[in-house]
């Protein structure tokens, strides 16, 4: 059993940043990658960006490329969601995952086997 907690979603200014973190914790032995979805009102999740654990190579949605940055710290097995440059269309709840076995595409929900609660994030303009 895997349980991940997200924090650091909240209310913020067009044009400003905020820094999403993702704690894992239970056995969390084998990693594949971890992820980031968010989901708005009457929207399907989407992918935001994953990265594998082994290789720290990242990947990303072309919306938010320029613009978040993904991290991971194996030691902690936490993941981190640097969001810059926010605009009011990033205005969602945002959801941390993880993948037990590396599988592509990382954009693929289903790929993922563990998720968090997910943490609101709101882009007032």
């Known amino acids: 059993q895997v349980q991940l907690v997200e924090s650091g979603g909240g209310l913020v200014q067009a044009g400003g940043s905020l820094r999403l973190s993702c704690a894992a914790s239970g056995r969390t032995f084998g990693t594949g990658s971890m992820g980031w979805f968010r989901q708005a009102p009457g929207k399907e999740r989407e992918f935001v960006a994953g990265i594998r654990w082994s290789t720290g190579s990242t990947s990303y949605a072309d919306s938010v490329a320029d613009r978040f940055t993904i991290s991971r710290d194996n030691g902690k097995n936490a993941v981190y969601l640097q969001m810059n440059s926010l605009k009011p269309e990033d205005t969602a709840v945002y959801y941390c995952?993880?993948?037990?076995?590396?599988?592509?595409?990382?954009?693929?929900?289903?790929?993922?086997?563990?998720w968090g609660q997910g943490t609101q994030v709101t882009v007032s303009s």
């Open positions: 995952a993880r993948q037990r076995i590396f599988r592509i595409p990382l954009t693929n929900p289903r790929n993922y086997d563990d």
